[in-house]
């Protein structure tokens, strides 16, 4: 199984998932973290779709970097392992496990991740795994 480790050299923050080493996600969490939502959303395709939990898809660049900027201030990833999968010649999906913390809770999520060939993410999405009562506490009011 491969794993890749990727250190932030702003912050010493280490990542290592196991079973995946491509770049284009290591680069997603990093920058997730860091609170850079425009570096974040420029790893997308012009056209890229994420789809957080309770919400519809996000598309775009700039819509992804204003949907961070106003819901993802202070979120921390913590991705501990993934898999991969060739879709087809032009795109390779990947599901990676793990942590999600806010300042007020924490809560187990899988990412689905689909990349084209220029490694650019055309769809995401995350997933909260939860009970139906942690996945309400969680939902905004």
């Given at each position: 199984?491969?794993?890749?480790?990727?250190?932030?050299?702003?912050?010493?923050?280490?990542?290592?998932?196991?079973?995946?080493?491509?770049?284009?996600?290591?680069?997603?969490?990093?920058?997730?973290?860091?609170?850079?939502?425009?570096?974040?959303a420029?790893?997308?395709?012009?056209?890229?779709?994420?789809?957080?939990?309770?919400?519809?898809?996000?598309?775009?660049?700039?819509?992804?970097?204003?949907?961070?900027?106003?819901?993802?201030?202070?979120?921390?990833?913590a991705?501990?392992?993934?898999?991969?999968?060739?879709?087809?010649?032009?795109?390779?999906?990947?599901?990676v496990?793990?942590?999600?913390?806010?300042?007020?809770?924490?809560?187990?999520?899988?990412?689905?991740?689909?990349?084209?060939?220029?490694?650019?993410?055309?769809?995401?999405?995350?997933?909260?795994?939860?009970?139906?009562?942690?996945?309400?506490?969680l939902?905004?009011?």
């Amino acid at each position: 199984m491969t794993a890749a480790k990727f250190i932030s050299p702003e912050v010493g923050e280490q990542f290592q998932i196991e079973g995946v080493a491509e770049p284009t996600l290591l680069r997603y969490f990093q920058t997730l973290n860091m609170g850079e939502f425009e570096e974040t959303a420029a790893l997308f395709a012009e056209d890229g779709v994420m789809h957080p939990p309770f919400e519809s898809g996000i598309v775009g660049r700039d819509a992804i970097a204003r949907y961070l900027q106003q819901d993802a201030q202070g979120i921390k990833a913590a991705p501990r392992e993934g898999i991969s999968e060739a879709l087809d010649e032009e795109q390779i999906q990947f599901q990676v496990t793990g942590k999600a913390q806010t300042s007020w809770c924490g809560v187990n999520v899988l990412w689905f991740f689909t990349l084209n060939q220029q490694r650019q993410i055309v769809y995401t999405k995350i997933k909260l795994l939860a009970s139906p009562q942690e996945l309400l506490a969680l939902q905004k009011s």
